[in-house]
Structures are given as structure tokens and as C-alpha cells.
């Protein structure tokens, strides 16, 4: 680590990283605050998780640009396991998620995260983002959101005619709107201006508006760096036990290693510097996560919205990140009292964004013309996402994409050459597997009884037990009824 720490001092890039890490820090500040109180965790410690990721992950090896903190995309499991578990267990669960992290970065198993199909990975950020969305609609207008995502969707139109019918509701989805809509225009404006990020523009002119026109709007509850973590207890360890707390755990480490890996290989088309290595990220996550267990914080992930900024600053090496996390901590130190001045909808509009930018919208309809298993795949993992939970919907997902693939690897194809004299010809090619299985016995057992039949399976890429114990049982059947054996060609 001390090694880390000289290169980023001694680092010739140092002006180019310094001036990056403000860019990444300015972008990280709503970010870190708005997923922490969608949470429904202190804001606090949002930041620590930011602090954690940039200081701790950042000056490990692995990638050597995406910035880590705590992503959207884990907004949904966190609350859920908030809601069912409680505050004082979310540090059991991120520590146990990032040991088990370190174990897979030991075991190598990093570099098979890239095998996830990318439509199950779309398919969990649609997921994810529509809940996002739905819950944080409720937060713009001061209103409590359903428990599940079904009900959140099917609420939407009451809770706006409770919206209209208050004074105070109205006013808090009105700077909800607004920050969505700078956040929407803010791409078009003159380039000097975009050097301020758009999600700290927005947040700013949402808490300004707030405070000139004095709004009736809720603002961020501010603890105290000290008074938000709470390390966890020997309770917490105590429900270890708990299979729907393991389960918890599981579901953190995958996913938030597999958006971490995902985000890294974005990242990676993004610049010329050098390319992920992907089991020693891996590590850096699980550290990063055990470090946020210990303290009680939020769970990091990598985050492909400061990461992009990060190299779009101009970032050349891993210093930018560490200092960008130094920043959240003097921030976080000596400033804590300003967050207090951020109205809540402005930070639930700054989600409904982020939400709306998950959705691979255009991806879809090219998708489905190419590939419609793929899209189905897509879209029946949001869809599972939304009605059941996460981690459900992602193993639905990916048991479909290895059904698909299964299906699709057993290809065999079965052609029967019968001239009207002699033996019957019947040519087998492709993977014989049990998918295809009752297809292949229909062909055969349609082929005419009283000839001799000639199998030839030497274009046979593969054979598994079942088809070749069928094979075997249909060859002696049909040889009984015949005055000559099936003659066999072997794969």
C-alpha cells in the first residue's frame, strides 16, 4: 500500500489527476448523498462509502481509472435489506460481500464475470432502473413509496392525484421536475458552463430555489460523520445464521462484482492507459467492501458515471481517484452542516435520471431483430427484477440465457437419403444431446420397418449418454424387425 501511495505522490501526470479528481469529486457529491437517503440510510454515509472507494480500492491495483463509491444500482437490494434486516445488519452484509469478493479475486474467478450474458446484465440495470424510477417519483412529491415494485407502478396514478390535491406535495414535485430538467438541458448548454457537473448544477439551483422562495420541502437529516457509522455489533454477527441473510450477502458480492467488472470494461474503451486486470479489481472491490462493512457504510461498486468523468477530465493514473476521495473526506469532515441545505426531491430527481439512463433503450429494438431469445432474455429479467426481487430476477435471467444456450449448442441436424431401393441412408450431424432427443427418435422411428437401415453418425460433434443409450435401444428395436442389423458408422 505504501508502494501505491509514493507512485500516486511521485506520479509526472500529477497536475492533469489534481485537476480530474475536483471534476470526479464536484460529480460524486449529489451521487454519494442521493443514494445513501434512497437507501434509507444516513447521507453520511454515502459519502464514507465515496471516501472508502476512492481512497482505499483507489490506491490498490487493478483498474487504473474507474472510480469506485456507492452506485445506484444497488439502491434496490440495499433498501430491501435494510427494510427486512435492519440499519444495524447492512455492515455484516457488506463485510461478508467483500471477503467474499477477496476470495473469488484469490480464486481467479474474475475474469469469468465477462461470460455473464450482456443481456442478462441489461436486463438487470433496466430492472433496477425502473425501480429506481418508481420509488423515486414517491420521494419527489414528499410521498412513501410501496414496499414492492408492482405495487409502486400500479400507485403511481394515486399518489399523483395526492400530489395535486397538496400544497406542500406539489411544491416538492415541482423541484423534483426542475432538477430533472436542468439535468436533461444541461448537455446543451455552452461548454464552459458543463465544466461544472450536471448533477451539482442541478442540486445547487434546486437548493437555492428552495431557500429564496422558502419552499416546503424536506431536506437531508445530517448526523455527523462520527454519529453515522456504527460499526456492527455482535448481533448483527449473530443472525449470521439466517439462509435470507446469507443469501444477501451472496447477492451483493455477484452483483456488485459483476457491474465493478462490467463498468471496468467500459471504462477501458474509453482511454489508451493500461487494461484492466480483472481478478486484482476484483480484490480492490472486496477490500474496499470489507473497509465499508467494518465502518457500517454502504456497499461500493465501481461507477461508470464519475468513471467516464474521470477520463473525460483527463485523468492519467489512479491518482485522480485517490484524491477525489480525499476531497469527500475533507468534505465530508468540515463541511457536513451544507447537506443539511439539499432538498430531498432535488436528490430524487437526480435518480430518476440516473434511473432513466439504465434503461438500454436503444438496444432493444436492435436486439430483437437479431436476436429475439436475447431481447426476451432482456426484458423478462427487468420485468422479474421489478415484480419479484434483484437477486431472483438475475438467477431467472441467467438460467434462461443458459437454457438458450444449451438449446442452441445442441443443434443437430437429421438427414434421411431413401431412394426407394436398397438400404435407407440416415445422417446424423451437429450435438446429439436430451434437448433434441425426442426429435431424433421421431425421424428415426418414422423410417420404413421392413428395410435396412445404415446410421451414419460420423458428423456427431458430440453425443451424451442419453442420446447414445437411445440410439442404441431404437438400432436393436429396428434390427428385430428386420432381416439385417442397423449398420452403425461411429462418431
Known amino acids: 500500500m505504501s508502494g501505491a501511495v509514493n507512485a500516486v505522490i511521485k506520479s509526472p501526470h500529477l497536475r492533469q489527476d489534481f485537476a480530474a479528481s475536483l471534476v470526479v469529486f464536484l460529480v460524486a457529491v449529489p451521487l454519494c448523498v442521493g443514494v445513501a437517503v ?12 465515496g471516501i472508502v472507494g476512492g481512497i482505499v ?66 436486463g438487470m440495470l433496466a430492472g433496477i432502473g425502473l425501480v429506481i424510477i418508481t420509488s423515486q417519483l414517491y420521494a419527489a412529491a414528499g410521498l412513501k413509496a410501496p414496499a414492492f415494485g408492482i405495487a409502486k407502478i400500479a400507485g403511481l396514478p394515486e399518489a399523483l392525484v395526492r400530489a395535486f390535491g397538496s400544497p406542500a406535495a406539489l411544491a416538492s414535485l415541482g423541484v423534483g421536475a426542475a432538477t430533472i430538467a436542468v439535468l436533461v438541458l444541461w448537455q446543451r448548454m455552452p461548454k464552459r458552463a458543463r465544466v461544472v457537473p450536471g448533477a451539482l448544477a442541478a442540486v445547487l439551483l434546486a437548493t437555492l430555489a428552495t431557500l429564496a422562495f422558502g419552499l416546503p420541502v424536506a431536506t437531508v437529516e445530517v448526523q455527523g460523520l462520527l454519529g453515522a457509522i ?21 447477492a451483493f458480492a455477484l452483483i456488485a462484482s459483476a457491474e465493478s467488472l462490467f463498468s471496468a470494461a467500459a ?33 461500493m461498486t465501481a461507477v461508470i458515471v464519475r468513471s467516464s468523468a ?19 473526506l475533507l468534505f465530508a469532515a468540515l463541511l457536513p452542516s451544507v447537506l443539511e441545505l439539499v432538498p430531498l426531491p432535488a436528490l430524487a430527481g437526480v435518480l430518476v435520471h440516473a434511473g432513466w439512463k439504465l434503461i438500454p433503450f436503444r438496444q432493444v429494438v436492435p436486439l430483437w431483430t437479431t436476436d429475439r431469445g436475447e431481447a426476451v432474455i432482456l426484458v423478462v429479467t427487468a420485468v422479474m427484477i421489478v415484480a419479484v426481487n434483484m437477486f431472483e430476477g438475475v438467477l431467472i435471467g441467467l438460467a434462461l440465457s443458459v437454457a438458450k ?22 445422417n446424423l450431424s451437429g450435438n446429439a444431446t436430451f434437448l433434441r432427443l425426442p426429435k431424433i427418435l421421431d425421424s428415426l422411428e418414422a423410417l420404413p420397418q421392413n428395410r435396412p437401415v445404415e446410421l451414419n453418425l460420423s458428423g456427431l460433434h458430440h453425443v451424451d449418454h442419453a442420446c447414445r443409450t437411445a440410439l442404441q435401444n431404437w438400432a436393436e428395436r429396428h434390427s428385430a424387425a428386420d432381416t439385417e442389423p442397423v449398420r452403425v458408422t461411429a462418431p
Open 38 to 49: 434512497a437507501s434509507g440510510v444516513p447521507a453520511e454515509l454515502g459519502l464514507v462509502t
Open 57 to 122: 480500492a483507489g490506491l490498490m491495483p487493478g483498474s487504473s481509472l474507474q472510480v469506485s463509491g456507492p452506485a445506484a444500482g444497488l439502491t434496490v437490494l440495499v433498501f430491501e435489506a435494510v427494510r427486512q434486516f435492519g440499519p444495524a445488519a447492512l455492515g455484516v452484509i457488506v463485510l461478508f460481500a467483500g471477503l467474499l469478493q477477496l476470495l473469488m479475486g484469490v480464486l481467479k474467478l474474475g475474469r469469468w464475470f465477462r461470460a455473464i450474458s450482456v443481456s442478462v446484465v441489461e
Open 230 to 250: 456504527q460499526p456492527p455489533g455482535a448481533d448483527a454477527f449473530g443472525r449470521m445464521a439466517q439462509p435470507a441473510l446469507l443469501g444477501t450477502i451472496l
Open 267 to 299: 471504462v477501458d474503451r474509453l482511454h489508451d492507459g493500461p487494461r484492466t486486470e480483472y481478478d486484482k479489481e476484483l480484490m480492490a472491490q472486496g477490500a474496499g467492501n470489507t473497509v465499508c462493512g467494518l465502518l457500517g457504510a454502504l456497499p
Open 310 to 328: 474521470n477520463v473525460q477530465a483527463g485523468a492519467k493514473t489512479k491518482a485522480s481517484r485517490v484524491l477525489h476521495g480525499v476531497w469527500l
Open 405 to 426: 444456450t444449451a438449446w442452441q449448442a445442441s443443434h443437430v441436424k437429421l438427414e434421411v437419403i431413401d431412394e426407394g431401393v436398397g438400404s435407407v441412408k440416415a
